[in-house]
């Protein structure tokens, strides 16, 4: 029998590399894609070497219609797909009004447009074969709107919606559906737009996760029926405080904090 396969975008760095790497592990064959040509072959080399897996790999800025549809092409002719991760994301530290529409919208196209074209051409695979998993990594923000990134936060809260709708959908089908909302992760997410993110200690301790642990509590969480999955106990604490506060506390706390951080703008 064939090995599983998983499809995971963003796959170049951070999180999307770390579930690669877990999944190889585990005998899985993988389709990673992902701008950064270079970055996406040299994991490639390394996991087909260390795992003797099978990697397929798809250069793709989603930002770019013909890149996105070769993508498309791509998946379309895969025999099976057992597991999509859709992971590629940014942050984006301008404000609303002062960075141009455009800038602002290409969030959107990564991470709605994309997410959801990839889910259209791969849930039908799925449910032939009545088997499947598909993780949308969202974040805590979804759940914590703020003045500064409207488009991010609003955008991963889409992410948490579909999924909910997905799973409602598709449990009958034997298709398992995951909106991934972590809290602070290691990656280069923060440093590629530019903050610099100096903590103390207890921040470092509290706040901050690795992308290994995150990882692993999402692919555990998978087999629970539980769509949405905070990984560690103070971003669960973080997401039962937010959903308890009254609205209109949490829209003060929110606006004086966002004054605090205008200067760092640490988003999750
Ligand atoms: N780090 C955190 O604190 C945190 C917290 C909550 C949620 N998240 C979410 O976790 C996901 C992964 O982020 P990360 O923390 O692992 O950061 P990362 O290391 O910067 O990874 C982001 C990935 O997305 C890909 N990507 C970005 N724009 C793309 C585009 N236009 N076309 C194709 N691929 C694109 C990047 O690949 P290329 O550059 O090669 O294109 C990269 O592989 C994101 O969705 C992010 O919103 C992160």
Redesign the pocket.
Known sequence: MSAQLAII??????????FAQHLAQQGWDLFL????TK??QSIQTQLKQKHGIQVHIQ??????AK?LQDLIDKISQLQRIDMLI??????NRNDFYKASYNEQN?ML???IT?AARIIHEVVPKMKHRKKGAIIN?????AYMPAPLSYF?CSS?AFLVSLSECMHIDLQKHNISVQA???????????S?MGLITARSWLEQKLL?MK?NDVVSISLRHLSSNKVICIPGFINKFIYHSVLFLPKCLYYKISAIQSNKLKTSHL??
């Open positions: 975008t963003g796959a170049s760095s951070g999180l999307g590399q770390t894609t992902g701008r950064r970055r996406l250069c793709a800025n989603l930002l770019k890149e859709n992971n590629a994301g940014f942050g290409q196209q990564v991470h994309a990594v969202s974040s805590l923000c991010y991963k991934l909302c972590p809290g602070f992760i290691e990656t280069e997410f923060h590629r901050w992308e988003i999750a």
